[in-house]
T-cell receptor, first 116, second 114 residues
């Protein structure tokens, strides 16, 4: 069965510092991996996705993530945090293959706090 | 493009009542999925509709049911509401048949059961 673990429910960084949000997945078949962001009282917005092409994926707002099969990880990074990055971040997995219906399995989420 | 729209945005119901939530998918999308997001948790998959049929279902009781209309819009119905059903309900639309299809989410409906 697929699962996603996000290490650290709360991450706090200073403005301008590196952002690192951790995600590990479990999947019996090649996965598709996603990072979503959720601002207060809003739905989810896709930041980036991994689809078995390049292992380093660039997304919106300066975020990127690297797929490491050996570590079953898909950590999200941003070189320099902005105040506007403060939000809830979710890692999600779905399974590749003909039976893929796009069902997403989400992690518990990581709250990113950015201090001035 | 209005994106995915959900109604209502907020709802308060009493235990035992029934509720219907509505979702209009992004233009051009034919698949609708519903998720429940409890406070402080990640979204949990409820079910997915495609071609007006429930195609896949998560670990939710039969009190949760849905419908998809010919115009691809969808409803989520919950019967015999419990306090534990209080959550943000998210609708996501996508286009079937595409690998790693991207799901677009609505703003959600905040359901409070008292």
């Amino acid at each position: 069965a697929q699962s996603v673990t996000q290490l650290g429910s709360h991450v706090s960084v200073s403005e301008g510092a590196l952002v690192l949000l951790r995600c590990n997945y479990s999947s019996s078949v090649p996965p598709y991996l996603f990072w979503y962001v959720q601002y207060p009282n809003q739905g989810l917005q896709l930041l980036l996705k991994y689809t078995s092409a390049a292992t380093l994926v660039k997304g919106i707002n300066g975020f990127e993530a690297e797929f490491k099969k050996s570590e079953t990880s898909f950590h999200l990074t941003k070189p320099s945090a902005h105040m506007s990055d403060a939000a809830e971040y979710f890692c999600a997995v779905s399974e590749a293959g003909s039976s893929n219906t796009g069902k997403l399995i989400f992690g518990q989420g990581t709250t990113l706090q950015v201090k001035p | 493009d209005a994106g995915v729209t959900q109604s209502p945005t907020h709802l308060i119901k009493t235990r035992g009542q029934q509720v219907t939530l509505r979702c209009s998918p992004k233009s051009g999308h034919d698949t609708v999925s519903w998720y429940q997001q409890a406070l402080g948790q990640g979204p949990q998959f409820i079910f997915q509709y495609y071609e007006e049929e429930e195609r896949q279902r998560g670990n939710f009781p039969d009190r949760f049911s849905g419908h998809q209309f010919p115009n691809y819009s969808s409803e989520l119905n919950v019967n015999a509401l419990l306090l534990g059903d209080s959550a943000l309900y998210l609708c996501a639309s996508s286009l079937d048949g595409r690998e790693a299809t991207e799901a677009f989410f609505g703003q959600g409906t905040r359901l409070t059961v008292v």
